[in-house]
């Protein structure tokens, strides 16, 4: 059971914007960045924010995250068919010293 | 390019050990720490274990503490980890990733592999 916990699934049509939570406490997202991943189908995961809030290079802006207090979202707008994917996010957890992911949320395009 | 490469996965006994090896290119290894990740089938992402870059730092998660060991040789530009004692529960795709600070303050995992499959199994 993983501490840091996201809606098992979202759903949008395409062009609409979604967003994803993610809720942790003061142990993790609290007092630590997040960072986002997302995996489409068959394959590894890929960073898409990090530091909370910063985009790698080659990440489109229509991706974006913030952070308030324990919890994280990750927004995604002018959704694509191409966008259809599990998302994650992750933090470190000083209880724990170890780093943990989120439960994961499903992207589903309408 | 930056790439990881990970290979040494396989189907072995419960009980049994095994060796993961990942060779990064396109990037100063040295200047990087590394990370195992896995994915049980199905499931979702677990994160194993880090090393710093010079790897005088290293973490497990609980699941794997006491069993696992991560590793590096710098001069070959290769993380390792190397898995006892294994159990069913084991079984996992396991990638790894790059984070690009010698450190570990601020943890993410930039670039991943593609993975190597795990199975324990009797």
């Known amino acids: 059971q993983s501490v840091l916990t996201q809606p098992p699934s979202v759903s949008a049509a395409p062009g609409q914007k979604v967003t994803i939570s993610c809720s942790g406490s003061t142990s993790n997202i609290g007092n630590y960045f997040v960072s986002w991943y997302q995996q489409l189908p068959g394959t590894a995961p890929k960073l898409l924010i990090y530091d909370n809030n910063k985009r790698p290079s080659g990440i489109p802006d229509r991706f974006s995250g913030s952070k308030s207090g324990t919890s994280a979202t990750l927004g995604i707008t002018g959704l694509q068919t191409g966008d259809e994917a599990d998302y994650y996010c992750?933090?470190?957890?000083?209880?724990?010293?170890?780093?943990?992911f989120g439960t994961g949320t499903k992207v589903t395009i309408l | 390019e930056v790439q990881v490469l990970e290979s040494g996965g396989g189907l072995v006994q419960p009980g049994g050990s095994l060796r993961l090896s990942c060779v990064a290119s396109?990037?100063?290894?040295?200047?990087?720490?590394m990370t195992w990740v896995r994915q049980a089938p199905g499931k979702g992402l677990e994160w194993v274990s880090v090393i710093s870059n010079n790897g005088g730092s290293t973490y497990y998660a609980d699941s794997v503490k006491g069993r696992f060991t991560i590793s590096r040789d710098n001069s070959k530009n290769t993380l390792y980890l190397q898995m006892n004692s294994l159990r069913v529960e084991d079984t996992a795709v396991y990638y790894c990733?790059?984070?690009?600070?010698?450190?570990?303050?601020?943890?993410?995992?930039?670039?991943w592999g593609q993975g190597t499959l795990v199975t324990v199994s009797s």
């Open positions: 396109g990037f100063t290894f040295r200047n990087y720490a």
């Open positions: 990733a790059n984070f690009p600070r010698s450190g570990l303050a601020g943890l993410y995992f930039d670039n």
């Open positions: 992750g933090t470190w957890d000083s209880s724990l010293s170890a780093y943990v």
